[in-house]
């Protein structure tokens, strides 16, 4: 979905990439899932909830997981907490027939719903209680990335909502989700786990005496390791998920399958920053490599002048020629005559008032000046930062977003970022 639109041209003469048309991508029906993913601090749960919020207010039926941890996006959403559970939106014009539900990834809570959907009661109770899984559903490195994808899979088998939008964690990681079926298949595969697997299958004396042999040479080094207490736990949990295993890897894989169908769209959330578009390319690449879908870059944060005829180099002469003719132009404290008449001294003394007032006005004005200067070198630093990215990756779409005075911390703030989402460049450009 990287078709362009009309091209526009920058202040610097450049064509600009195209644009992201946000409402067409949210209207489309055929759109199922869309991702938003970036490097950590760049507004991706503000834009994940303000494309929810503008989505569900066009007549879609929504659900925004995020999992991101700083929880950001039910303080927007004014929901006291989001669990594991979608929680109906309050405040979000439905006339259209669209509704916005949201919820956070609880890792633990999506890990324990496989086992009991997944394992007999006696079993699933094993699992559960199994020191080994509690570890590993609490914080193994790749399980939050794996139980994201899980859950993507549960609540799009579902007919509730007919649009995902998916909110990554920070960094790098946001993408880790792609790599979770190839992870776990090593992981289940691997010749440390088949091992651990072999006694089940073999059962009785003979799989004793299996572990007795097969183990014997490995076991006093897994025990200092490990502890011989947890190295228990671990063989008791393989043994228990043995039959669990074969599902997980082919969910994960119709997962991924699915990331890659037409109705997902990836969108890759940036601001207008060296490092972030940086991450940015990353994202692009990795995900061209994957062939996933990308709709397009949203750069947030985009600063924009209404007076931009103005350049920072005459805003600063200007300010210059201010500053130098209010000095010129002051007079010595001590001019005058003692013995001058009184009616001159009262009419000296206007005319240094009204003297001191436009050295105040030429004063304020010069830093108005110097402010705008900085505000249009800003601008100037960050259309060369998107033009480096863009002459690398002209295909891809993008929206601009102005940058907003404060935090976005209600829906109000929400819709505002949405109708900048959907115009795509930024306010005074």
Request: with cysteine.
């Amino acid at each position: 979905m990287t078709g362009a639109t009309t091209a526009m041209k920058t202040g610097g003469g450049m064509d600009a990439p195209p644009r992201l048309p946000v409402d067409r991508l949210l209207d489309d029906p055929g759109t199922r899932i869309i991702v938003c993913c970036g490097a950590g601090g760049v507004g991706k749960t503000t834009t994940a909830a303000a494309l929810g919020v503008r989505a569900a207010e066009r007549g879609r039926k929504v659900v925004v997981l995020t999992i991101d941890p700083a929880r950001r996006l039910a303080q927007s959403m004014g929901i006291d907490s989001l669990d594991n559970t979608p929680r109906r939106v309050k405040g979000v014009d439905g006339a259209d027939g669209g509704e916005l539900h949201a919820m956070m990834l609880d890792m633990k809570r999506t890990f324990d719903e496989i086992v009991e959907g997944h394992a007999d009661a006696e079993r699933a109770e094993a699992i559960l209680a199994n020191p080994f899984y509690q570890s590993l559903s609490a914080g193994f490195a790749g399980t939050q990335e794996y139980m994201a994808m899980e859950k993507l899979g549960q609540l799009r088998a579902r007919d509730d909502w007919d649009l995902i939008i998916v909110d990554t964690p920070p960094s790098r990681s946001a993408l880790d989700f792609l790599d979770a079926p190839k992870r776990l298949g090593s992981f289940l595969d691997g010749k440390f786990i088949r091992v651990l697997m072999a006694p089940a299958k073999v059962g009785g004396r003979a799989g004793m005496k299996f572990l007795n042999v097969g183990m014997s040479l490995m076991t006093g080094t897994l025990s200092k390791l490990m502890g011989a207490s947890l190295l228990k736990d671990v063989q008791t949990f393989v043994a228990a998920m043995d039959t669990m295993f074969g599902g997980f890897r082919t969910r994960a894989d119709a997962t991924f399958r699915l990331l890659q169908a037409p109705g997902t769209a990836f969108l890759v959330v940036a601001a207008p920053e060296p490092d972030a578009l940086r991450e940015a390319a990353y994202f692009v690449e990795r995900l061209a490599a994957e062939k996933m879908p990308l709709a397009g870059l949203v750069l947030n944060r985009v600063h924009g002048s209404g007076a931009d005829q103005l350049s920072a180099e005459r805003a600063l002469a200007a300010a210059e020629n201010l500053e130098e003719g209010g000095i010129v132009d002051q007079e010595s404290g001590n001019a005058g005559l003692r013995d001058s008449a009184a009616e001159t001294e009262t009419a000296d003394a206007g005319a240094a008032g009204a003297d001191a007032a436009g050295a105040d006005v030429d004063e304020i004005t010069a830093g108005l000046l110097r402010l705008h200067a900085e505000r249009m070198q800003v601008i100037a630093r960050e259309q060369r930062t998107r033009d480096r990215f863009t002459s690398l990756h002209p295909e891809v779409a993008v929206a601009e977003v102005a940058a907003l005075p404060g935090d976005v911390h209600d829906l109000a703030g929400l819709r505002a970022i949405g109708e900048r989402l959907a115009a795509g460049v930024p306010a005074g450009a």
